[in-house]
């Protein structure tokens, strides 16, 4: 982002949050394309004025303002006084915004956080921890089960069972000793894991989307199956033959 009397201009500091996830500061958008909504209906150009009617969407570049006569404009049927128009200029900047971690109270960009409204409201009292936190919570507490393992194994080794041990008795050792282990998510605090793209939020037209592509996908590999073509040489069939 350009800087302007050696601030940024979107957080307005001399020197901007590192993400140490990405190791980059302030993040903009990309600007939002507008649209005139008059005669010419070309796209207003960065840092131009254009005039906006508050509480719609329509926008006016500067050309069709003062080429329109009268007092008012119109666009889809709908006439809006000139007097009622706001003057803007086109060189709004958008930062992407930013989440304070918990635990170790670095700021982290939303997106390489993934970190979800809706699932994780800021509002809210409820703690976030961010993935580096979380990985090394995970790491520690592998190295923990290890260690627990690893001192049950020497201990079941040093204690011998007597000959006497009957083969229900062995039979029951076996079954203890074959229990499965704790997942390591169950171990880790605040019972959470590192956030992957499964854990996004999906929408019932992206769930359905992609239900029908798999069935579609399914469906084409299975005929292909069935009827697989003919290719004769490396140019395939006679174009007479298809």
């Given at each position: 982002?350009?800087?302007?009397?050696?601030?940024?201009?979107?957080?307005?500091?001399?020197?901007?949050?590192?993400?140490?996830?990405?190791?980059?500061?302030?993040?903009?958008?990309?600007?939002?394309?507008?649209?005139?909504?008059?005669?010419?209906?070309?796209?207003?150009?960065?840092?131009?004025?254009?005039?906006?009617?508050?509480?719609?969407?329509?926008?006016?570049?500067?050309?069709?303002?003062?080429?329109?006569?009268?007092?008012?404009?119109?666009?889809?049927?709908?006439?809006?006084?000139?007097?009622?128009?706001?003057?803007?200029?086109?060189?709004e900047l958008v930062a992407e915004p930013w989440v304070s971690c918990d635990k170790c109270d670095k700021w982290i960009h939303?997106?390489?956080?993934?970190?979800?409204?809706?699932k994780n409201n800021p509002t809210s009292l409820a703690k976030y921890v961010c993935p580096q936190c979380l990985l090394e919570?995970?790491?520690?507490?592998?190295?923990?089960?290890?260690?627990?393992?690893?001192?049950?194994?020497?201990?079941?080794?040093?204690?011998?069972?007597?000959?006497?041990?009957?083969?229900?008795?062995?039979?029951?050792?076996?079954?203890?000793?074959?229990?499965?282990?704790?997942?390591?998510?169950?171990?880790?605090?605040?019972?959470?894991?590192?956030?992957?793209?499964?854990?996004?939020?999906?929408?019932?037209?992206?769930?359905?989307?992609?239900?029908?592509?798999?069935?579609?996908?399914?469906?084409?590999?299975?005929?292909?199956?069935?009827?697989?073509?003919?290719?004769?040489?490396?140019?395939?069939?006679?174009?007479?033959?298809?």
């Amino acid at each position: 982002v350009r800087r302007r009397n050696d601030k940024c201009q979107l957080c307005f500091q001399s020197s901007c949050e590192i993400c140490p996830l990405c190791s980059r500061g302030c993040v903009a958008f990309e600007p939002k394309v507008i649209y005139c909504s008059g005669p010419c209906a070309n796209r207003i150009g960065r840092n131009s004025n254009f005039y906006v009617s508050a509480g719609s969407s329509y926008s006016w570049c500067s050309d069709c303002y003062d080429r329109s006569k009268g007092d008012s404009l119109e666009a889809q049927g709908r006439v809006f006084k000139k007097a009622d128009l706001e003057k803007k200029r086109n060189n709004e900047l958008v930062a992407e915004p930013w989440v304070s971690c918990d635990k170790c109270d670095k700021w982290i960009h939303q997106v390489c956080a993934l970190f979800n409204q809706r699932k994780n409201n800021p509002t809210s009292l409820a703690k976030y921890v961010c993935p580096q936190c979380l990985l090394e919570a995970e790491k520690v507490a592998v190295e923990r089960a290890k260690a627990v393992a690893l001192a049950k194994n020497s201990q079941s080794a040093n204690e011998k069972p007597p000959n006497n041990v009957n083969d229900k008795s062995k039979d029951s050792l076996k079954r203890k000793a074959s229990v499965p282990k704790p997942s390591v998510k169950t171990l880790l605090p605040y019972a959470r894991h590192v956030p992957d793209a499964n854990d996004l939020e999906q929408s019932r037209l992206g769930v359905f989307l992609e239900s029908w592509v798999r069935d579609r996908y399914g469906s084409a590999r299975v005929k292909e199956k069935n009827n697989p073509p003919k290719i004769f040489g490396e140019l395939g069939p006679d174009p007479s033959e298809i």
